[in-house]
């Protein structure tokens, strides 16, 4: 691995432990104006200083990311389809590696379909985004996207994260699933975990902790964080879980004392 490829990982993997928080905000790419990312830049501003990479399309970080923020670009290279069609797999990759170095990305990224229709244009998309990042040095992390009617088990996301390292993803993002474990284990690059829906906060952090716990090096989290009763709450509670290796329970302390102390501060303006 040459120079500027390790050294664009190593400011998403955090050198001190070699995990990351990255945060999910590429959701409006085919979901449109997301909950809680009506206006992102509004929502991302105080979650950004805790956060290790941010992850997006190219449309929301020029007009939403000030261009002096320092944090590490993840950008979202795959697009093509929404919420309003079928197939959601039926997408390719739509930027190009030149405007990723322009716009100084660390990493690029796109969704495989394993399984899905669109299963050889979406993994020769990823097979050519490896390409272009080998060429100048930039990581490519591939997100295991799950077809409606498949089933999220360590069978089904340990084949498909597999086949992304295979094709030669630097880093692969899949769900956390039972038999995780099988999962990290067959898979040779660091693997971070979606969080999903929105669930309970102590739910989402019990899965953080178990994927951590299970080989994996952090999260790529977006609905449990910003649509969570308290965004900052959640993502220092996630971050203390990864970084710092602390229990669900402490984590969840975390999240609630954030939640009181803004209360209490909102309590106080009035
Ligand atoms: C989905 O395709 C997007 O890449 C999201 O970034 C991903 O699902 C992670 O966000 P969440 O934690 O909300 O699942």
């Not at 077809?147 to 769900?175: F, N, P, Q, W």
Request: hydrophobic content about 40%.
């Amino acid at each position: 691995m040459d120079w500027g490829m390790k050294n664009r990982i190593s400011r998403i993997l955090k050198p001190e432990t070699g995990k990351t928080v990255m945060l999910a905000v590429d959701h409006g790419y085919f979901q449109g104006p997301t909950t809680g990312l009506k206006n992102v830049g509004k929502t991302i501003a105080p979650l950004l200083p805790y956060a290790d990479a941010l992850m997006l399309t190219r449309g929301i970080l020029r007009t939403q990311v000030p261009a002096e923020t320092d944090i590490p670009i993840i950008l979202r290279m795959s697009g093509g389809s929404s919420v309003l069609f079928d197939d959601l797999s039926d997408e390719e990759i739509q930027v190009t590696v030149e405007e990723a170095i322009r716009l100084n990305a660390s990493a690029i990224t796109c969704s495989a379909f394993v399984g899905g229709a669109n299963q050889r244009s979406t993994l020769t998309g990823l097979a050519k985004l490896v390409n272009e990042g080998e060429r100048y040095g930039i990581p490519v992390l591939a997100v295991t996207a799950v077809g409606k009617d498949m089933v999220r088990d360590s069978r089904y996301l340990g084949l498909a994260s597999r086949i992304c390292a295979e094709l030669g993803a630097h880093m692969v993002k899949t769900y956390y699933c039972e038999g995780f474990k099988k999962v990290t284990s067959s898979v040779p690059v660091p693997v971070v975990i979606a969080g999903g829906k929105k669930t309970p906060e102590k739910d989402a952090l019990i899965k953080a902790r178990a994927a951590i716990d299970e080989g994996a090096v952090g999260v790529d989290m977006g609905r449990n964080i910003f649509q969570s009763d308290s965004p900052v709450g959640m993502i220092k509670a996630v971050r203390a879980i990864v970084h710092e290796g602390v229990s669900v329970d402490e984590a969840y302390k975390i999240y609630q004392g954030e939640k009181r102390s803004k209360a209490a501060k909102s309590r106080k303006k009035k």
